[in-house]
Structures are given as structure tokens and as C-alpha cells.
């Protein structure tokens, strides 16, 4: 069976979305799939060759790099991986980022009232003199179920959200929220945390609500359905995952600028978490 789609890239810098940045096409056929990136709109500054990232839903693959000049790349390649679930990285210097996701049709959407709600339109055949047509749709909403969850966890966090009460209610904030929020050791010591979700960040300050945007976070959040919240010296916010040395750069460009694990030595392919400060 052949499949054809666009996945829309953009460029952030520090975790904030600046624009679109060109689009990544994919074209599947039983087992072979091809894909044509087409990178625009980079920083004047930014030339050499620089790694590409797939993730297929299981891990994350470095299959190739791409060359950036005055602003424009372009790759090309033919491979046998799996496109279920594609999601593309480029890491990029001065702490710029371009990133894409695989659209999903209305069909694969996993709410029922998704489905009634939001149309996606399915892309027409593209041949490669068109591709000037693609690059003025760089901007169309992508409405796969990742993105329509978060549209869904920003309302949440837009409104006003009390945190749940257990009992008594306490003077201390901390002490609420200990009481109000399953607990975890994620280090297997004495140091108390707690398991919850981007919607209730409203216990956080104001000025780290936005984080309820924040890509990275979002990854983790959708992949193991929790974040922590703990407090040491300062309160930290943590995001589960994988520790590898590129994931590592790519959370301190998202504002992470920790990782701890429950031995304390982070070693390739071990689970822990990726932290930054807060305040309550």
C-alpha cells in the first residue's frame, strides 16, 4: 500500500516556537519509505552539517545529517524504518532547534468528540515542481491527537483549577500539595516527591504556567502519563525519561538543566529525570 503525507517542521529556540521551517515529506510503500526534507527560514548564521533524528515511537534514531547553507537545507533518503509514529529533531547551534511531527488522520484519533470536531484535511498528490504550494501551507494547523491533548491540557491550565483537597487544609503550601498528591521516591531515598500532570500547574507561580507548553515536558508527560514535583533546597520539576547525552542537549535548550537517576550516575540509556527549578 502506498501512503503519501507532510509533516510540517518548526524552528524553536530555547523551547518558544519562532515559525515554520520547511517540511519533511514521506512516502511509504509496504516496507520502504522515503523521505524529502526540505529545511528553510534557518538563522543567517547557522551553516555546516548537523544530525537528523527520527523518532518512531519506540526510540529515538539518528539516521543521517543535513547541510545548511544561507538559510536552506535540503536531504533526501530512502530507508526500511518504521513511520507509525514519526517525529523529527534537528539539533541545532545557538540553541535552535526545527521540529516535526507525523499527522495522524481523523480515524486514528483516540476521542470520539475529536473526531467530530476537528477535520484534518488529507494532503493532495505532490509532485516535486509543486513543492512551492507546500511551502505556503507551513503554517496549517497540525491537529494529530498529541496536539489536540495539549490544546485540551492548556484550556485546563487557562481556567481556574483548584487543587484537590484531602482533609484538612493546611497553612503550609507544600504541605497541601504532599497531601493532596500521590507520593514518590524516585530515587529510592528519603527525598519526597509527587506524581502530577501538566494541568495542575496552577499551583506553580504564574510565570512558570507556561510551561504547560513546554515540548519537551509534553514528551515526557505523554510517555509515562506523569511529571514530578519535589522539594530539596529549591522545588524542582521533574520530567521521566531516558538518559542519553543528545536528549540531554535537547532538554537544557527546553530549560532542563538536570538529570538525576536513582543511583545518581547518569549512564547512557538509564532512567531517571530531567529537572529544573521552580517556585510554588
Known amino acids: 500500500m502506498f501512503q503519501k503525507e507532510i509533516i510540517y517542521v518548526s524552528l524553536y529556540k530555547n523551547g518558544n516556537r519562532l515559525g515554520s521551517a520547511g517540511f519533511l515529506k514521506v512516502e511509504s510503500r509496504d516496507t520502504l519509505c522515503r523521505f524529502f526534507l526540505k529545511l528553510q527560514n534557518m538563522p543567517q548564521t547557522i551553516n555546516g552539517r548537523f544530525p537528523i533524528r527520527i523518532y518512531n515511537g519506540t526510540d529515538w534514531k539518528e539516521i543521517d545529517g543535513i547541510t545548511v547553507r544561507n538559510g536552506c537545507g535540503v536531504w533526501e533518503e530512502s530507508t526500511g524504518l518504521d513511520t507509525e509514529q514519526i517525529r523529527l529533531q534537528i539539533l541545532l547551534p545557538e540553541g535552535y532547534l526545527a521540529e516535526g511531527q507525523r499527522r495522524t488522520v481523523c480515524g486514528e484519533m483516540k476521542a470520539s468528540h475529536a473526531m467530530q470536531t476537528i477535520r484534518e484535511p488529507i494532503p493532495q498528490p505532490v509532485t516535486m515542481h509543486e513543492e512551492s504550494k507546500e511551502e505556503t501551507e507551513l503554517d496549517a494547523q497540525d491537529m494529530s491527537p498529541e496536539t489536540f491533548e495539549k490544546r ?33 521516591h524516585p530515587y529510592g531515598d528519603d527525598r519526597t516527591y509527587v506524581k502530577i500532570e501538566p494541568k495542575d500547574f496552577i499551583i506553580l507561580q504564574s510565570k512558570y504556567q507556561h510551561l504547560v507548553n513546554n515540548s519537551f515536558l509534553l514528551h515526557g508527560f505523554y510517555n509515562y502519563r506523569y511529571v514530578i514535583l519535589g522539594k530539596e533546597d529549591d522545588y524542582y520539576l521533574g520530567v521521566p525519561g531516558v538518559f542519553y547525552k543528545r536528549e540531554k542537549m535537547v532538554a537544557l535548550m527546553f530549560g532542563f538543566e538536570a ?22
Open 259 to 280: 538529570f538525576e537517576c536513582e543511583d545518581g550516575v547518569a549512564e547512557e540509556g538509564k532512567f531517571g529525570y530531567y529537572l529544573r527549578k521552580v517556585e510554588l
Open 152 to 184: 485540551e491540557l492548556l484550556t485546563a491550565a487557562s481556567e481556574e483549577i483548584t487543587m484537590p483537597q484531602s482533609g484538612d487544609v493546611k497553612e503550609d503550601k507544600w504541605e497541601q500539595i504532599l497531601s493532596s498528591y500521590d507520593q514518590i
